[in-house]
């Protein structure tokens, strides 16, 4: 069993800056690339950062300069740092991770609950 817990959404006023946090736990051997998602009522689930094992990024266009992902190997974490907030980007912050299980050593993907994020303008 491996699960992925994020924390640290709620509410901030625009231009303000936020961080998330999500940790993976249970019978890891290994993690590949983390990233986080984000899904707006009414829109698709998007990527907004991807972390790879080695340490590369990507980001949304949406989001460079301005969101930076970021993950601690030993802790099995990534984070995600939020600044210069804007109300567009109110929405579900989902964590993901693609993780060797130590019974399966397949990569799989898996996904954490989610934690809301609103921005006020």
């Known amino acids: 069993q491996v699960q992925l817990v994020e924390s640290g959404g709620g509410l901030v006023q625009a231009g303000g800056s936020l961080g998330l946090s999500c940790a993976a736990s249970?019978?890891?051997?290994?993690?590949?690339?983390m990233g986080w998602y984000r899904q707006a009522p009414g829109k698709q689930r998007e990527l907004v950062a991807r972390?790879?094992?080695?340490?590369?990024?990507d980001y949304a266009d949406s989001v460079k300069g301005r969101f930076t992902i970021s993950r601690d190997n030993a802790k099995n974490t990534v984070y995600l740092q939020m600044n210069s907030l804007k109300p567009e980007d109110t929405a579900v912050y989902y964590c993901?991770?693609?993780?060797?299980?130590?019974?399966?050593?397949?990569?799989?993907?898996?996904w954490g609950k989610g934690t809301l994020v609103t921005v006020s303008s």
């Open positions: 993901n991770a693609d993780i060797i299980t130590t019974f399966s050593m397949r990569d799989m993907p898996y």
């Open positions: 249970g019978i890891i051997f290994s993690i590949n690339a």
């Open positions: 972390i790879t094992g080695g340490g590369g990024t």
